[in-house]
């Protein structure tokens, strides 16, 4: 299995490599590393070179750790941007379904800001539009304005849908589909297009709508009450991070971006790049070893070995493993030993 | 005084029935009550008629409960929808600047998903932006794709950027500027217009940027950073909501749009219309008396009489009282009888 890795700027590096460790413990993988966001733009001027491009087509699984940083940070619309890698990556590679679990560990209960009582049975699924909406519409400035398009066709609302859907039927049978179809008019096509192929093809799954801004409070009110969140792209970039706080960091949430058959799917932790500690060696890398066990089991069909990883990471929370994050004082390279114990 | 009042859909009605009794006890108003919402749609075929419009421009004040409900849901363009009532309004009546404090109150903490030890200091102001961006750029809608424009001038970010930086001021000179400005054009444009407001009129307010995403979680985890918030449309509705979560309830959340020096302000709760508990005589009406101490306020300028409604919300809090989304039993009646037994 190749797999292409992407470590990114800021903390990207130093979660990176102990990652590929523990991936070299479950398997024999052919890694090999791509420059990309603000690291390429140093060098190339440019987040996404054809070079990185094609290396991340030809492999199995593409691993990114995190991009952006106040070096490359930007208004002038004609500046390089770190992100355009990340953005260019997810359409370039057909990556419409991002799909993020949260599922507090109860080990961390006492590093979130909600109640144990609150956070108690919360296992959600957010599946988010990825290559839609306002973050790929037409974008305009001049000295006097600037504006954004959100788009959406059917055909990217019904796709998306059909992701939700299947994932709630392995789950438990409940979709929840967010929108704000009381002002937008990509909303109203949303939720038609969500109900017509729920009444077509998922009628015994339990679909809800629900508007955004009342989805934003119930995540943290009453978490327990959602299986799988469907929503756009800009919806689910909120909605994922709100959600994180449910999981009492950050730190601890892997995604995985999949959706095109014939190429590689993107795993990458939700979180960023944190400038702010980079370089310290004090980085959680949990986030990422999560996604790397996503990787073995959406990427490349090694369930067993997805499993042992999240085994291993609740294992070495059980044991008391905490990061700055999560309110400890664990360095990266003690959070990768105390996985890697569990792991043996 | 004349103050315009429009009940609205849903618990409408009935949480502002009791909120003209409380300001009955305050002054001298005199109160017109106008259809508005899907009230107005059912009698008019309109949310928003010209009789009610220049009802509310004639007034000193706006008071409004609550709009919209399944009954006039809908994802057929052609139909006429509670919202655009609201949306209608607000932009006739040049309210661009939407206040929302949010000052959690010990006494309802218990109610609360979040840790006390979070919730404990904060006192934080959004003020979002309500007349621009996606919510009014233009919307198409065919047989296979829908799209709406987000759309800014610099002119209304720098309005509103104005009043956020005034507004810290009188607080504690702190302004979180939140957007999207690593996807965005209309965010560059904001980042970058309220940085000139800034550095023009504004350099000893502290000024920090914050993406949205990265606010959504803040907020939760340590909401005791805010002082100000500023942000446009659509964040500020997904952030203000979420916000709510720290107030125990959307119960508890009031309302000022205001912006036209030369109308009226519109004062409303944060909460929508409730159908599913409408008629019932159980909604929490303290977020509409909480509004019509904002209208005293900065509507008619009646410092003392806005304080006096303020304390004795608290008050009512400290003596026990509690609706059901509160976690207690007390009715709409009883929250009257509590409130006004504090005031009196
Ligand atoms: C870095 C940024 C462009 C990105 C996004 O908004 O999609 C990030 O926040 C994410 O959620 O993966
Ligand atoms: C009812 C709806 C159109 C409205 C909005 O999104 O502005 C509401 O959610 C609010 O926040 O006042």
Redesign the interface.
């Known amino acids: 299995h190749s797999i292409a890795v992407l470590p990114g700027d800021g903390i990207g590096p130093e979660i990176t490599a102990p990652t590929l460790e523990l991936l070299g413990e479950l398997g024999d993988f052919t890694f090999t590393e791509h420059p990309f966001g603000g690291a390429s733009i140093d060098v190339h001027g440019t987040a996404l070179t054809d070079e990185t491009l094609d290396a991340c087509k030809r492999s199995d699984a593409v691993l990114l750790a995190a991009v952006?940083g106040p070096k490359w940070?930007?208004?002038?619309?004609s500046k390089p941007?770190?992100?355009q890698g990340l953005?260019g990556l997810r359409k370039q590679l057909g990556l419409f379904a991002n799909l993020r679990p949260v599922r507090p560990v109860p080990a961390l209960y006492d590093a979130s800001?909600?109640?144990r009582e609150?956070l108690d049975g919360t296992d959600l699924l957010v599946v988010r539009e990825l290559t839609g909406g306002?973050?790929f519409?037409e974008?305009?400035?001049t000295?006097?304005?600037?504006?954004?398009?959100?788009?959406?066709?059917?055909?990217e609302v019904d796709r998306i849908a059909r992701v939700a859907f299947d994932a709630a039927r392995k789950r438990r049978n409940l979709v929840h589909s967010v929108d704000?179809?009381?002002?937008?008019?990509?909303s109203?096509?949303w939720?038609?297009v969500v109900h017509e192929v729920h009444g077509a093809d998922y009628a015994e799954v339990q679909l809800e709508d629900q508007l955004?801004?009342?989805c934003?409070?119930e995540l943290?009110?009453?978490p327990t009450q959602f299986d799988v969140i469907v929503t756009e792209n800009?919806?689910g970039?909120?909605?994922?991070?709100?959600a994180?706080?449910l999981s009492g960091s950050?730190g601890m949430l892997p995604s995985a971006s999949v959706g095109n058959p014939d190429g590689p799917g993107l795993f990458e932790p939700v979180h960023?790049s944190a400038p702010d500690i980079a370089g310290q060696g004090i980085a959680n890398p949990l986030a990422t070893f999560l996604s790397a066990a996503m990787l073995l089991r959406h990427g490349l069909g090694l369930e067993a070995e997805a499993t042992a990883i999240e085994a291993a990471v609740d294992g070495a929370l059980g044991d008391g493993l905490r990061t700055r994050d999560l309110g400890g004082t664990a360095t990266t390279a003690e959070a990768l030993d105390a996985v890697r114990r569990r792991l043996a």
Chains 1, 2 share one sequence.
């Not at 940070?73 to 619309?77: N, S, V, Y």
């Not at 600037?146 to 055909?155: E, P």
């Not at 704000?180 to 990509?186: C, D, F, G, H, P």
């Not at 970039?237 to 709100?242: P, V």
């Open positions: 952006g940070d930007t208004t002038d619309p941007r770190p992100e953005l800001a909600l109640k609150i306002i973050y519409g974008k305009t400035r000295a006097t304005d600037a504006s954004d398009l959100c788009h959406y066709t059917v055909a704000k179809a009381n002002v937008l008019e990509t109203r096509q939720r038609q955004v801004d009342s934003a409070m943290i009110a009453r800009l919806f970039d909120i909605l994922s991070d709100a994180a706080m950050l960023g």
